[in-house]
């Protein structure tokens, strides 16, 4: 036989089956983890939410006509020189502290050679007039506690709908609950220019149903994670809630840059729009479990398999003990204390933008920028300081529960005091906008504080303790608003602004102590499912609860090692129930 005829002959070995062919589409998703992409769709909802959430509270400084420029004059907006009067753009001119009348004064009291300027001036200020016609800027006479009533209106229901989103999400899901509350948010905030224009009651009841909306989106995102993220990723996939903080960072740049060029209406057009386009990536691409995802790789769907079913095993299905909770003094304290940080961080959010335009006198651009920025920085900050709060219990320096009280303090005492110097200051705008930066970054300290204490004190009830906590610190939310709005009535008066902050400093360290007396890191009894006589002898719910994760290699890399019979195996190394 020729050597020709060799290559005919059967072989013994089975041959190799041709593998399928996959579209460069389907190779270039199989790379990208579905855990990734749920954190992004995590991250850009919290973004989009609080977009929507908060636009308002920067383009009412442009929707409401600004009453003081008609009646009273302060001095220390109103430029000192006809030199700087000429230099001045006409959107300052008109939205300045001076009337048209008082301008001419001024012209013709520096003298001739300036008339013709002044005529110029006067000219742009008709112009700015014209715009303000065209609904470029605000034709609003809502009064301070109006504006007040309409910020606050959103946290009304946000409050009420904390519960009721756990419950939801326990019937419907994360996808549908989440998905729908975006999708209700940007319609109204598409309908607000519209509500605006017809009266402010509409508008009240638009951010009203704005507010119960997205009052189900944290316990929703919080019921997705124990099903989807293995433990030993949960802090890192946690982040992605900060991506809140992002929200209002760009949401006022953003309104002051659209505001300056193409007025306050469109402000809302693009959030809601923004808002519509995230709801279809989320439906496209969320799913409640790995089991329904059609695109997760067998790979990742056994390594998160693996890694959670143990996990989640001990609080799924187990019945939430209300009670205990509510009378709970770690829980209270939680959500006493975050009642401080809350309030003199919505001094920052919302009173901020108005506190810029009337007392420091920058322009709308200039207002959203500064306005925005700190909260830029504030996400930075928080990765920090979870960090360092890590490295803390990791190396032992210090004890659990002592880092989170120290966290929480440096969130709201140290805020708490840099805004009583804000107030002091008054115009010194150098010095008050860095203590504003740093006041802001310290606030994000409780991610590392109080906000982790949820899950330090109920890993398996964290989604409704968080409700319960949120029900009582997120009343600062609308309280805060309503008190701006009765103390400030002259928004150019920094008397009025100083008891202000001085209310949010008394406020953000006596809700401190509440944590300091009462806060513990300790997992709390009711936290356990109640065992069943009939089928244990022994408790071994809070032995199992508290057993390290036992991490070996698996197909990711990371996972449980498991026996023939289905139990885990016991390492040496893995005996000890010290956490």
């Excluded at 207002?367 to 890590?390: E, K, M, Q, R």
Aim: hydrophobic share 45%.
């Amino acid at each position: 036989m020729d050597e020709k005829g060799i290559k005919f002959l059967p072989t013994t070995t089975k041959p190799r089956p041709r593998m399928p062919k996959v579209g460069w589409r389907r190779s270039v998703s199989d790379r990208i983890p579905a855990r990734l992409v749920l954190y992004f769709l995590s991250w850009s909802g919290f973004l989009v939410s609080f977009m929507m959430r908060n636009d308002i509270n920067f383009a009412l400084v442009a929707m409401v006509r600004d009453s003081s420029s008609n009646s009273s004059v302060n001095g220390h907006c109103a430029p000192s020189s006809m030199a700087a009067l000429v230099g001045s753009s006409p959107s300052a001119v008109t939205n300045g502290n001076f009337s048209e009348s008082l301008l001419l004064g001024n012209f013709t009291a520096n003298g001739d050679d300036d008339v013709g300027a002044g005529i110029d001036l006067l000219m742009g200020a008709d112009v700015v007039a014209e715009r303000r016609d065209e609904n470029l800027y605000g034709n609003f006479d809502w009064d301070s506690t109006v504006q007040a009533v309409i910020k606050g209106s959103f946290y009304w229901c946000y409050v009420l709908s904390q519960v009721a989103g756990g419950v939801a999400t326990q019937y419907f899901g994360t996808k549908s609950v989440f998905g729908w509350s975006q999708f209700f948010t940007a319609a109204c905030s598409l309908c607000i220019p519209y509500a605006s224009d017809i009266h402010y009651g509409v508008v009240i009841l638009l951010r009203s149903i704005q507010g119960f909306a997205s009052g189900l989106t944290w316990p929703a995102m919080y019921a997705i994670v124990g099903y989807w993220i293995p433990p030993v990723e949960r802090s890192r996939f946690m982040s992605s809630f900060q991506g809140f903080s992002i929200g209002i960072g760009l949401t006022y740049p953003l309104c002051g840059f659209i505001i300056a060029h193409f007025g306050w209406r469109l402000v809302f057009y693009t959030t809601g729009t923004i808002g519509m386009i995230w709801c279809l990536f989320w439906y496209l691409l969320a799913f409640n479990t790995p089991q329904e995802h059609p695109r997760i790789t067998p790979e990742e769907l056994e390594y998160i398999e693996l890694n959670v079913s143990e996990d989640i095993k001990n609080g799924q299905g187990m019945k939430v003990p209300w009670k205990k909770i509510f009378t709970s003094m770690p829980v209270y304290a939680i959500g006493l204390t975050t009642f401080g940080r809350i309030w003199v961080h919505y001094t920052f959010i919302m009173s901020g933008p108005e506190y810029m335009q009337k007392i420091l006198c920058f322009d709308i651009q200039q207002n959203g920028l500064l306005s925005g920025t700190p909260f830029l920085c504030s996400y930075l900050s928080s990765v920090l300081f979870c960090y360092i709060a890590d490295i803390l219990v990791h190396k032992q320096l210090m004890t659990l529960t002592n880092v989170r009280k120290l966290f929480t303090a440096l969130s709201q005492i140290v805020p708490g005091v840099l805004v009583l110097l804000v107030g002091y200051l008054g115009y010194n705008i150098v010095t008050v906008l860095v203590l504003w930066f740093v006041a802001v970054t310290f606030i994000t300290a409780s991610y590392a504080g109080a906000m982790a204490n949820i899950v330090d004190i109920a890993p398996n009830l964290a989604g409704p303790v968080l409700a319960f906590a949120q029900t009582i610190h997120m009343t600062a939310s609308f309280l805060q608003p309503l008190v701006t709005g009765v103390m400030v009535t002259d928004a150019q008066n920094l008397n009025q602004w100083l008891h202000v902050f001085g209310v949010s400093s008394v406020v953000a360290i006596s809700c401190y102590l509440v944590f300091q007396f009462f806060g513990t890191a300790e997992i709390q009894p009711w936290n356990y499912p109640v065992p069943d006589p009939e089928v244990c002898s022994t408790d071994d719910s809070a032995v199992i609860a508290n057993q390290p994760m036992l991490k070996v290699s698996s197909v990711s890399g990371a996972g449980f090692k498991y026996n023939r019979s289905g139990g885990v195996d016991d390492d040496d190394e893995n005996d000890s129930s010290d956490n």
